[in-house]
């Protein structure tokens, strides 16, 4: 089974600091990595994606690709307690169409 | 509507019965998917469709069943219910053709005793 790791935390930061989410993955065929934010009880969310080697970033989000390193990670500057969440990391399937491989998740506590 | 419904919201089941999670999507997304999300095992694939009238398994196919007669519609079907299929379910879509990240439906939990 092709797997997307990630560390289930939780990760506990204070409000304004940064939060750094790690995820590897074994797939060598997955071309694009994506970051999706689930709250308790709801479904998740797309916040990133990425799919070229190096930085990408969005407001106070950034997603790091290293394909060399099979390596994926999120950076959320300014932490609000309102980034408290279960944070996914997710890679295309070389094998199902372009499915998404998900790991488990982390999740993050943002602390006032 | 309004990206993705699922229903029922929520359903208890007896182990034995027939259930079919509804899956209706409006934005002509060719591709469609079904995973079901277990604490401590994540988001796992049970089945996928790339475009109407195609349908592939995934991971954790065993006990259910998918078709994709038209664009909009995916329903996943358990043909005889059993407690292990405790779980919720989320459908999800994309354009299909790239990878694109998904839109999730807001999900069926799905209890069997």
């Known amino acids: 089974q092709k797997e997307v790791e990630q560390n289930s935390g939780p990760l506990s930061v204070p409000e304004g600091a940064i939060a750094s989410l790690n995820c590897t993955y074994s797939d060598r065929g997955s071309q694009s990595f994506f970051w999706y934010r689930q709250y308790s009880g709801k479904s998740p969310e797309l916040i990133m994606f990425?799919?070229?080697?190096g930085d990408k970033e969005d407001g106070r989000f950034t997603a790091q690709l290293n394909k060399a390193s099979q390596y994926v990670s999120l950076l959320i500057r300014d932490s609000q307690p309102s980034d408290s969440a279960t944070y996914l990391c997710?890679?295309?399937?070389?094998?199902?169409?372009?499915?998404?491989?998900f790991g488990k998740g982390t999740s993050l506590l943002v602390t006032p | 509507i309004a990206g993705i419904t699922q229903a029922p919201t929520s359903q208890i089941l007896a182990a034995g019965r027939r259930m079919t999670l509804r899956c209706t999507q409006d934005?002509?997304?060719?591709?469609m998917y079904w995973y079901r999300q277990d604490l401590g095992l994540g988001l796992r694939l049970i089945h996928y469709s790339n475009t109407a009238g195609t349908t592939g398994k995934g991971e954790v196919p065993d006990g259910y069943s998918v078709s994709r007669a038209n664009t909009d519609d995916f329903p996943l079907t358990l043909a005889s219910a059993v407690p292990s299929q405790t779980s919720v379910y989320f459908c999800a879509s994309n354009p299909g053709g790239q990878p694109y990240g998904y839109t999730f439906g807001s999900g069926t939990r799905l209890t069997v005793v």
């Open positions: 997710a890679g295309t399937s070389s094998n199902s169409g372009y499915a998404l491989n």
């Open positions: 934005m002509r997304h060719n591709a």
């Open positions: 990425i799919y070229s080697n």
